[in-house]
């Protein structure tokens, strides 16, 4: 499996999108609205989060992750020069769990490391990718509110 990256063009809003919409379909399945309803609600949330990504993220880069070529989900990193921000990695469903995001999140620890810079990254308290996040040696730095924790990792020397 070829795991690679490339930034995201203005064709592939529909993608993004998607992908975005992947992330609420649990949540939104408990709800009883219409189909309508959700994917308006889905469309709102998503272009809420773009807007609030290229306002507080506005120099990060924004990576389409491509599995043997096919686009598989997105990773957002911000590069400060203090630390390196995970500001979002998804995969859509089908690509979870293949070792994809810690091939990507070891990548990124990896510049960290060699930069001598801490990554962080807000995750919600229940996304079960958390565990994979303590896998890599992230801990919990912050609780940011009712709904996000900031986990941190440090290279060794910092």
Do not use: C
């Amino acid at each position: 499996m070829k795991i690679s990256l490339r930034p995201v063009q203005s064709d592939d809003e529909l993608f993004l999108h998607d992908v975005y919409a992947s992330t609420r379909a649990e949540e939104l399945a408990l709800v009883e609205w219409s189909d309508e309803q959700k994917a308006t609600f889905v469309r709102q949330q998503f272009e809420a989060q773009t807007r609030h990504y290229r306002e507080h993220y506005p120099a990060a880069t924004l990576d389409l992750i491509l599995v043997d070529g096919d686009p598989a989900g997105r990773l957002y990193v911000d590069r400060w020069p203090s630390e390196i921000r995970v500001v979002d990695i998804v995969l859509l469903p089908q690509y979870q769990r293949k070792g994809i995001g810690e091939r990507l999140l070891r990548g990124v620890q990896a510049e960290a490391a060699d930069t001598r810079r801490p990554v962080t990254i807000h995750v919600e308290r229940f996304n079960p990718a958390q565990r994979l996040y303590a896998r890599l040696g992230f801990v919990t730095a912050d609780e940011t509110g009712p709904v996000h924790l900031l986990m941190r990792w440090a290279p060794a020397s910092t």
